[in-house]
């Protein structure tokens, strides 16, 4: 009976190659995430205890670094304003953000006023607010191939899209962040405001590892196959 012949080395080698820098790759990469990660909850941190500023002077910053700033405007009646309401869940329930617009200087912001519950009714607040207006300046994520289409027509929101969503409310040359609102509270219950996540997962590190550890075992089963081969 004739034996199979062995493959080339060299084509095993490509294999081994390709696949140790795929991983090595990942590995790196989730390292470059850890770096960025570690910047942003310390960012988030320090964001906690700081002083909001007057919505003038944060969007006064170029876009780039308006994310997780903290600041106040003067918003009479938000909790009397038209609302949109994009889909959300929290803690695995299923609901909305309502979405609302202010006055901002010569245009607007929306305001992010927190999350209801489906099924929960949205009760009127009072005619007008007597403090500020307190939040956290959000860019919008973009939607993935994933994320339904909005739909103004219905009311059905899934995606932050700041042009489109202003439209809807009538609200002019909108402000390219969302202002996801701190305080004052609901009157009367209403949308439960949460402007920050209260945990970010930060699990790079055990992911570079992950990846760094599978390019090792690769490389150490290529060297025990050919030394296997080599001592047949």
């Known amino acids: 009976m004739i034996e199979p012949k062995p493959k080339p080395l ?5 294999f081994v190659a390709v696949g140790l820098a795929i ?7 989730q390292v470059q995430r850890l770096s960025w990660k570690t910047d942003l909850l310390a960012h988030i941190e320090r964001l906690q205890g700081a002083i909001p500023v007057p919505l003038a002077t944060a969007l006064g910053k170029p876009a780039a670094e308006l994310d997780f700033v903290r600041a106040r405007l003067d918003c009479p009646g938000l ?4 609302t949109l309401r994009l889909y959300a869940v929290e803690n695995g329930v299923a609901g909305a953000r309502l ?24 009760p009127l607040g009072a005619e007008r607010l007597s403090v500020p207006v307190i939040g ?9 191939f994933v994320t339904p289409a909005n739909d103004p027509a219905a009311n059905r929101w899934y995606s932050r899209d700041l042009p489109a969503m202003a439209a ?3 609200a002019p040359r ?10 004052p509270p609901p ?8 402007a920050l996540p209260t945990a970010i997962s930060n699990r790079h590190l055990e992911y570079a590892l992950t990846w760094f550890g599978l390019a090792a075992a690769l490389a150490g089963v290529y060297v025990a196959m050919l030394w296997r081969r080599r001592s047949i």
Request: hydrophobic share 50%.
């Open 79 to 82: 909790e009397r304003l038209p």
């Open 99 to 122: 979405i609302a617009a202010c006055a901002a200087g010569d245009g607007s912001i929306l305001i992010d006023r927190g999350f209801l519950a489906e099924g929960e009714a949205q």
């Open 174 to 183: 909108p402000a390219p962040v969302m202002l996801m609102l701190e305080s």
């Open 136 to 144: 956290v300046l959000r860019r919008p994520s973009r939607p993935n």
């Open 10 to 14: 060299w084509l095993g080698a490509v």
């Open 23 to 29: 991983l090595v790759a990942l590995g790196a990469w």
């Open 168 to 170: 809807a409310l009538g």
């Open 187 to 194: 009157a009367g219950g209403g949308p439960r405001p949460a």
